[in-house]
């Protein structure tokens, strides 16, 4: 359990006051048009997300400023300027050109927070490329699903991850043209792939940049729903208006602050926060190679002066376990403003900030979909711990019911549970599933996109979390889909079927739990579990493979023989069965 | 509890095996951080910390993740803590 500091009765609001956030009151009301102007942009000019992230301070009088500080797992840190951003990312751009990569094309990068991520996701947006990062715990077969979905014609990748991961799938995905390896293994060329560092040498630092308008796709975020394999949300170029201005809006962020965003790019958050967002603003962000470590991100907080900082509850509630102890002897005068995002964070999170690092909190909600914060609790306003804050300017929010066969019809009464559904029109809306047109039309009614989280809102208009309306699992703040770790473990020749739930846990929010029927020849024993274990850490990675497999004589089936994953997590949760109601 | 180095690695070794079951142990270089050569989640490596304490009954404090960051550097840290085991 979470240890929370003794504070037995907590008032039910942090009052801010206007001093807090100066720049958050100034009385103009707010437009997306109006967002446009300030990056000098007109309705129908070119808009490239790596120009304004980066090109426009590269060639400004902040060209040296460092738009990134990375810190190694070896203890060291490199400023990288606008500017040095700007020449590598046109010589990525460049020889992505060269050889014969073209606007609409899908480049994926699968490595760890190093330079040449961050490169080569600017690099190829400069040239019009959909950019996909993955999470480098994937395993081989998120990996070769996301690739094969998108026709990826390009991997950046590094030698370790190309061969234990990608190496044996090349015979299964035809659509990749090049796989550029980082040689992180000091053993030079490996068949099949080309040399990144030999690339950039042979580019030229010319502008690299290809026109390309709001419409035009620039990235693909894949996320998990309950049935069917994972969905690649797209967004278009025209999102950037969106990232640069909620970072204002809900992070408070500005062009002299030290941002942390911990989130890695290969979740929506890191790459709409922890690599577009701070660069549009002109600010320098941190980059941490390293996964969480309590020690070690105190002394980041404290020694890098971080003024802003982005984060996530499981992160939020591992430190809180650590105690206050560990931060007694660290000042952080710099940090102005913490905010988080994942899932709901806890009351005692929020004030824990307060108490330990000198600042609340602050929960904002956003999802794939959105490709960045729509609802946030922010500087100028007062926060409501536990609840998600208000929606941000430009961002209508409603409250709708939502059920099979019925028309959607927006509720108004306060404190009633209901759908959270948002008016289309943001920049940053998904704009498509991959090759799923009838899932995609199917978020929406009307000019509402409807999220498929369920929610309340206030008297006061503070939308509170209640729970997911379908089954989607998640872990750390990452969903995953149960269908895509179900499939995995059903490829084992022992597995008759499967169902996975989500276990609620202090720490994770949920962890992934599995139900293994075995085939009727088969008695289940300890080794056999390990097997599986095995066998799904091994196709998923880590973050998506179950930490948790029990063997079960069958599984709830409903009428038309779907599992009745609810039911596995009633029984889990000693509840009775007829009580579904609290499961949404 | 009186355990010497070896035991303690093979104590240590068996717990990672158990989380992480795909993992041929031999494999492990002993002196390279234990994160960057198996796929060990935040999640996965607090359960090796727990099962540390359940099986050997020794705490690993946050403050101490720096010092058990490769498999010799945690047999070292538990040997210390373990009263027993200096003598191998």
């Known amino acids: 359990m979470v240890p929370v500091i003794d504070t037995p009765m907590r008032p039910p609001l942090i009052r801010k006051s206007p001093v807090d956030s100066p720049s958050a009151a100034n009385g103009t009301t707010f437009s997306w048009a109006q967002i446009s102007r300030e990056l000098a942009l007109s309705t129908d000019s070119p808009i490239n997300i790596a120009h304004l992230a980066v090109d426009r301070h590269a060639h400004s009088a902040h060209a040296d400023k460092a738009a990134f500080r990375f810190l190694g797992a070896d203890g060291s840190r490199r400023n990288l300027s606008y500017r040095e951003l700007g020449n590598l990312t046109d010589r990525f751009g460049n020889a992505l050109k060269a050889l014969g990569v073209q606007k609409g094309d899908c480049v994926f990068v699968l ?72 040689d992180d293994l000091g053993t030079g060329a490996i068949a099949d792939t080309l040399e990144l560092p030999v690339l950039m040498r042979a580019a030229p630092d010319t502008p690299a940049l290809v026109p390309t308008g709001p419409e035009d796709p620039a990235l693909l975020h894949f996320t998990s729903g309950t049935t069917g394999q994972p969905k690649g949300a797209t967004h278009v170029h025209s999102a950037v208006l969106t990232h640069y201005a909620t970072a204002r809006t809900a992070l408070d962020l500005h062009p ?35 996964d969480f470590d309590p020690l070690r991100w105190i002394h980041i907080l404290e020694s890098e002066r971080v003024n802003v900082w982005y984060t996530a509850p499981t992160a939020i509630r591992l430190l809180m376990k650590a105690g206050p102890e560990l931060f007694a002897d660290h000042r952080f005068p710099d940090l102005r403003f913490i905010a988080s995002v994942g899932e709901a964070l806890n009351p005692e999170a929020v004030w824990w900030g307060l108490d330990v690092l000198g600042q609340p909190i602050h929960d904002n909600w956003w999802q794939s979909e959105t490709g960045g914060i729509m609802i946030a609790n922010t500087a100028a306003q007062d926060i409501k711990p536990g609840s998600m804050g208000r929606p941000l300017p430009g961002i209508a929010a409603h409250v709708v019911r939502h059920q099979a066969g019925a028309p959607v019809t927006i509720i108004g009464t306060p404190d009633t549970v209901g759908e959270l559904a948002l008016e289309t029109g943001w920049p940053s809306m998904f704009r498509g599933y991959l090759d799923q047109p009838v899932r995609y039309r199917d978020c929406f009614a009307g000019n509402l996109y409807l999220t498929g989280d369920l929610v309340r809102r206030d008297a006061d208009g503070y939308y509170w979390f209640v729970g997911r309306s379908d089954d989607v699992i998640k872990s750390s703040g990452h969903l995953i889909g149960s269908f895509e770790v179900e499939s995995v473990l059903m490829e084992h020749p022992a597995v008759a079927e499967a169902g996975v739930i989500g276990k609620p846990d202090a720490l994770a929010g949920e962890l992934i739990k599995a139900f293994v029927v075995l085939k009727s020849d088969i008695a289940p024993d300890e080794n056999l579990r390990l097997e599986l274990m095995a066998h799904a850490r091994r196709r998923l990675g880590a973050a998506v493979a179950p930490k948790e497999i029990a063997f079960a004589p069958s599984l709830p089936h409903t009428r038309s023989g779907k599992i009745m994953r609810r039911l596995l997590k009633t029984r889990e949760l000693g509840l009775p069965e007829g009580d579904n109601s609290t499961l949404a | 509890m009186s355990l010497n180095s070896e035991q303690i690695r093979a104590a240590v070794l068996a717990i990672v095996k158990r989380l992480a079951p795909e993992i041929d142990p031999a494999k492990i270089i002993a002196d390279k951080p234990l994160r960057t050569q198996i796929d060990l989640d935040s999640m996965d490596w607090l359960n090796v910390l727990a099962s540390i304490h359940e099986k050997l009954g020794i705490d690993i404090p946050e403050t101490d993740y720096g010092k058990v960051q490769t498999l010799d550097s945690i047999v070292t840290y538990l040997a210390e803590k373990i009263p027993a085991a200096a003598q191998e």
């Open chain 1, 111 to 182: 490595c760890g927070r190093i330079v040449e991520l961050y490169v080569a996701v600017l690099g190829a947006l400069k040239i019009g490329a959909v950019v996909s990062p993955l999470f480098q715990s994937f395993g081989p077969e998120p990996i070769r699903n996301r690739i094969s979905q998108a026709a990826g014609k390009v991997l950046v990748t590094t030698a370790s991850a190309y061969q234990h991961k990608v190496a044996a799938l090349r015979p299964e995905l035809p659509s990749l043209r090049h796989v550029l390896l980082i």
């Open chain 1, 256 to 290: 002299d602050d030290v941002f942390w965003c911990t989130a890695d790019p290969g979740w929506v958050t890191g790459t709409s926060y922890g690599i577009i967002a701070p660069l549009v603003l002109g600010a320098t962000s941190i980059v941490d190679e390293v």
